[in-house]
């Protein structure tokens, strides 16, 4: 069973969402957030996000390219972060959405680093820069949940990462994948607004 997709997205990149909507079999919702939404009110502008934008969806779709970056400023990520603050959001009647950032090529060499030798543990770790220089930090810290060790196993992220390479050849089997990371427990440790 497909789950209703939300995708953020910088219009740089709408390419890639026509591409999933087009050419997947994703179910999908197809709205982007583009007018800011003028209250103070947090609860209410998330409420009203969820609303109008992602309404049915279960999942979000994070497409992480050469320009999402928190370091290009709150202002130019305005659209993308309220996105995923609103699909983190777990209120009563609108429940979290799993997270599936896909990192475009355009952003491989940036983000996968390869292999590093790690001076606290004496071992050799995959270098993955998910930071303020390559995604917002509504990803970056959903991704390395702050922990007391070296490195992540999968059991200590909310958020999944996935090559869009791979993703496509197995849409569902990541979505479902970033489904399921709704009820597990490390979701109790996610940042809304970090
Ligand atoms: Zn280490």
């Given at each position: 069973?497909?789950?209703?997709?939300?995708?953020?997205?910088?219009?740089?990149?709408i390419?890639?969402?026509?591409?999933?909507?087009?050419?997947?079999?994703?179910?999908?919702i197809?709205?982007?957030?583009?007018?800011?939404?003028?209250?103070?009110?947090?609860?209410?502008?998330?409420?009203?996000?969820?609303?109008?934008?992602?309404?049915?969806?279960?999942?979000?779709?994070?497409?992480?390219?050469r320009?999402?970056?928190?370091?290009?400023?709150?202002?130019?990520?305005?659209?993308?972060?309220?996105?995923?603050?609103?699909?983190?959001?777990?209120?009563?009647?609108?429940?979290?959405?799993?997270?599936?950032?896909?990192?475009?090529?355009?952003?491989?060499?940036?983000?996968?680093?390869?292999?590093?030798?790690?001076?606290?543990?004496?071992?050799?770790?995959?270098?993955?820069?998910?930071?303020?220089?390559?995604?917002?930090?509504?990803?970056?810290?959903?991704?390395?949940?702050?922990?007391?060790?070296?490195?992540?196993?999968?059991?200590?992220?909310?958020?999944?990462?996935?090559?869009?390479?791979?993703?496509?050849?197995?849409?569902?089997?990541?979505?479902?994948?970033?489904?399921?990371?709704?009820?597990?427990?490390?979701?109790?440790?996610?940042?809304?607004?970090?």
């Open positions: 069973m497909g789950r209703k997709c939300f995708i953020s997205f910088k219009t740089e990149n390419e890639y969402k026509k591409y999933i909507q087009n050419s997947l079999n994703v179910d999908m197809d709205k982007s957030l583009n007018i800011a939404i003028d209250s103070d009110n947090e609860d209410y502008i998330m409420r009203k996000i969820r609303e109008d934008y992602l309404s049915t969806s279960t999942v979000t779709i994070h497409l992480i390219g320009f999402s970056a928190e370091n290009f400023g709150e202002y130019e990520q305005r659209y993308i972060k309220r996105e995923l603050q609103a699909s983190l959001y777990n209120g009563k009647d609108n429940t979290r959405n799993g997270i599936l950032g896909v990192v475009l090529p355009e952003a491989y060499s940036n983000i996968y680093r390869g292999l590093y030798y790690c001076n606290t543990c004496g071992q050799t770790h995959n270098g993955i820069d998910i930071n303020d220089s390559t995604t917002i930090k509504e990803f970056s810290y959903n991704y390395y949940i702050p922990n007391n060790r070296c490195l992540w196993i999968e059991d200590d992220r909310y958020c999944v990462l996935v090559k869009w390479e791979d993703f496509i050849k197995e849409p569902e089997k990541y979505i479902e994948y970033a489904f399921s990371k709704r009820k597990e427990p490390i979701a109790s440790k996610v940042r809304v607004r970090p």
